[in-house]
């Protein structure tokens, strides 16, 4: 028969009453000291960032951005795309480039360089600061803008651009127009955007000491982890034909150690493609005849955009799958540009019948958060459930949707159609993502709408 001792019952039970009770305090402890850091910035912020890096991994999962077409409706009547057509907007929302320096007196059209004079083989410009996008939310625009300035030796960094190109800090995408409103507004330079550039007017322009800063499309890795096609924006600063590559400045891979990457001319060509070959030049206002003279036609922002649209129909026919979207897209975005909005609507038809047979693994699917051309043409087409839907389906495509254009796109064609509370919604909205946006305060004026 076992021997139980007496008391050590009891001596068991009190252990572990002990034992519970630290236990708890324990817990409550660990709760009390979580509860305290994450009252400190410095403990908080980077839980919650990963907390909602995993909350927007399982929706991109669970509703893939890749997945989302969008299928254009059925033109409006011959008739009305007739009436259209003559009509011819005076007053047109200018979402893009409006610099257009004047031209010399004495000449008439800009005169290009001698072609008599070869270009050096090998060009690199000197005296550019470097400044990088890393930790810093959506702040390539601002980094290479800021690059650039300093060429001409402008003495602010990056943080001083981002505040007036991007006031909303998570804003997606700064286009080229902003940069140049940038230049204009807060510098003593002057900057020229242009589309349809090539390389030869590229190189022209560096070895003439002026560096170019140009977007452009690449796959690199996102905020969720994935590698996908996104937009980004690098300045050139020289060039090399013994080794067929532009050099120019990284605000995401480089370093200050190594702040220039090579560009090859083939992957220029590529990458440029995307966004219709624009490109944008800073300057001091007392070179602005020399610059003309380089860039020859591309002077003239009408001359450019034909160049660009001629460009574009050619490789329509010479290229295929995604490079063709672009060059549809390209087409249309050029005769948006010279008022042809039902010819670019026709354009950005193809573009995005041929984005929808595209495997979802080649589809660039954040196009429309950089160009709202189709915008434009649809709705200067009277095609205003395109532009709804076409605006819904970008805003939907992302967890964030932090892109103004196409809330203020949305409301416009809401206006439209009379539905003023939609409308009104979309303003409010827009202007939440970029505070005082002036196409979105006029809409609201436009349609009896208190300011938002």
Request: hydrophobic fraction near 40%; include cysteine.
């Amino acid at each position: 028969m076992p021997v139980r001792l007496p008391g050590v019952r009891c001596y068991n039970q009190a252990m572990m009453s002990k034992s519970k009770k630290w236990m708890l305090g324990a817990l409550a402890g660990l709760i009390l000291l979580a509860i305290l850091g994450f009252a400190i910035p410095v403990i908080r912020e980077p839980i919650l960032y990963r907390l909602d890096q995993l909350r927007i991994r399982v929706r991109y999962w669970l509703n893939p951005p890749e997945e989302a077409v969008f299928i254009p409706e059925s033109s409006v009547d011959e008739a009305v795309q007739a009436t259209m057509r003559a009509l011819s907007p005076s007053a047109t929302p200018t979402l893009f480039p409006t610099h257009t320096p004047t031209l010399p007196p004495e000449a008439d059209t800009p005169t290009p360089m001698p072609t008599a004079t070869p270009l050096p083989a090998s060009v690199q410009l000197d005296g550019m600061k470097f400044f990088t996008q890393r930790g810093l939310w959506n702040y390539c625009a601002p980094s290479n803008l800021a690059m650039a300035l300093s060429f001409w030796g402008w003495e602010g960094k990056q943080t001083d651009v981002g505040p007036y190109v991007k006031p909303f800090d998570k804003d997606k995408n700064v286009m080229p127009y902003e940069l140049g409103d940038y230049v204009a507004e807060h510098t003593d330079l002057r900057a020229i955007v242009r589309s349809g550039g090539t390389a030869a007017i590229l190189k022209s322009l560096i070895a003439s000491g002026f560096p170019v800063l140009i977007e452009k499309g690449v796959y690199m890795s996102d905020y969720t982890g994935s590698i996908s096609w996104m937009g980004h924006y690098q300045v050139l600063t020289g060039y090399d034909d013994s080794r067929a590559e532009f050099i120019g400045m990284d605000s995401y891979y480089g370093t200050d150690e190594k702040p220039a990457l090579p560009l090859s001319y083939a992957d220029l060509d590529a990458q440029w493609r995307p966004f219709n070959y624009i490109f944008l030049v800073v300057y001091p206002p007392d070179r602005e005849p020399e610059l003309l003279a380089i860039l020859g036609e591309y002077a003239d922002s009408t001359r450019a955009e034909q160049i660009a649209a001629e460009r574009a129909s050619a490789e329509i026919y010479n290229q295929a799958g995604q490079a063709q979207f672009f060059a549809w897209f390209n087409r249309g975005t050029s005769l948006m540009r010279l008022q042809d909005y039902y010819g670019a609507a026709q354009a950005y038809d193809s573009a995005f019948q041929v984005y929808a047979s595209l495997e979802k693994k080649d589809r660039p699917w954040r196009a429309m958060w950089y160009q709202t051309g189709p915008y434009f043409a649809y709705y200067f087409s009277g095609r205003y459930w395109d532009v709804i839907s076409l605006a819904t389906n970008t805003i939907d495509s992302t967890d964030q949707p932090y892109l103004e254009e196409s809330f203020y796109w949305r409301a416009r064609a809401y206006g439209a159609l009379g539905d003023t509370a939609s409308a009104g919604d979309d303003i409010q909205t827009c202007v939440e993502y970029h505070p005082g946006f002036l196409p979105c305060l006029q809409l609201a004026s436009e349609l009896g709408l208190p300011q938002p």
